[in-house]
């Protein structure tokens, strides 16, 4: 865990993937999240939007939208690839992101991971 507040979580795990998590007072929509999270990403120069698409609210009450995009490191200049994951409680207003990036090609185990901690997350009563 590099930073753990009321306001953000930055972890970084194996294979040299960092985590976001950020809450979004303003925002109302997963989509939005999701767009704000990929526009405001400051460690992916010369971002392009790879997909993107809603996932199933299934029981998790939850809206999500998930962006998958790629860029250069602002810091190396090498390939760097992202996966961000809008969230949004309609019984509450709530929205924020999860954003991840890391350096190796955008493959399925890492689209897969993404998509698996998207629909981990559930509306807290």
């Not at 120069?45 to 250069?72: M, V, W």
């Not at 810091?75 to 890391?102: A, Q």
């Amino acid at each position: 865990v590099r930073k753990s507040t009321g306001y953000v979580f930055i972890a970084k795990g194996p294979d040299d993937v960092t985590i976001k998590i950020k809450p979004l007072t303003y925002i109302r929509t997963a989509k939005a999240a999701a767009k704000h999270g990929f526009d405001t990403y400051s460690v992916v120069k010369r971002r392009r939007i790879i997909s993107q698409q809603y996932i199933n609210k299934g029981s998790s009450g939850l809206t999500r939208y998930i962006i998958f995009g790629e860029g250069k490191s602002s810091r190396s200049y090498s390939p760097i690839y992202c996966g961000i994951i809008g969230l949004y409680n309609p019984g509450t207003g709530k929205t924020m992101y999860v954003r991840f990036w890391w350096f190796k090609r955008l493959d399925h185990k890492y689209r897969n991971i993404t998509y698996k901690i998207a629909k981990s997350f559930r509306r807290m009563y």
